[in-house]
C-alpha cells in the first residue's frame, strides 16, 4: 500500500502559479501511475491529470491542458503539478492517488488517496 500526502496548495490571483506536490511512501511507489483529482463544492470529483509509473505517458483533463503539468521524480517518491495561468474555476480541493501500473483519468480506478490541499484562486 502507498500513501500519499498533498501539500502546495494555497491562495493566488488569477494568473498566478502553484506547484502541488503529492509525497509517497510505501515500497512499491515506482510501480504507480499518480492522478490528480480536484472537487469543487456542490461539483462532482473532476480528472485534472495522471503519470504513469514511468513517467513516460501522461494525460490531462480538457479544463488544465496547455496550463497544468504533471511531472514525478521516483527517487524522491513524489509527483508534482505545476499550475500556471490560474483561473478562479480552478478552486477546489485537489487530491492526488495511486494506482498499480497504468494511469488513468477515472477516479473508481485508484486505489489509494491522499487526504487534499486547498487550491483557491481569487479574480
Known amino acids: 500500500q502507498v500513501q500519499l500526502v498533498e501539500s502546495g496548495g494555497g491562495l493566488v490571483q488569477a494568473g498566478g502559479s502553484l506547484r502541488l506536490s503529492c509525497a509517497t511512501s510505501?515500497?512499491?511507489?515506482?510501480?504507480?501511475?499518480v492522478g490528480w483529482f480536484r472537487q469543487a463544492p456542490g461539483k462532482e470529483r473532476e480528472f485534472v491529470a495522471a503519470?504513469?509509473?514511468?513517467?513516460?505517458?501522461?494525460d490531462y483533463g480538457d479544463s488544465v491542458k496547455g496550463r497544468f503539468t504533471i511531472s514525478r521524480d521516483n527517487a524522491k517518491n513524489t509527483v508534482y503539478l505545476q499550475m500556471n495561468s490560474l483561473k478562479p474555476e480552478d478552486t477546489a480541493v485537489y487530491y492526488c492517488?495511486?494506482?498499480?501500473?497504468?494511469?488513468?483519468?477515472?477516479?473508481?480506478?485508484?486505489?489509494?488517496w491522499g487526504q487534499g490541499t486547498q487550491v483557491t484562486v481569487s479574480s
Open positions: 492517488a495511486g494506482r498499480t501500473l497504468r494511469l488513468s483519468a477515472l477516479y473508481y480506478d485508484y486505489k489509494d
Open positions: 510505501g515500497r512499491t511507489f515506482s510501480y504507480y501511475a
Open positions: 503519470i504513469s509509473w514511468s513517467g513516460g505517458s501522461t
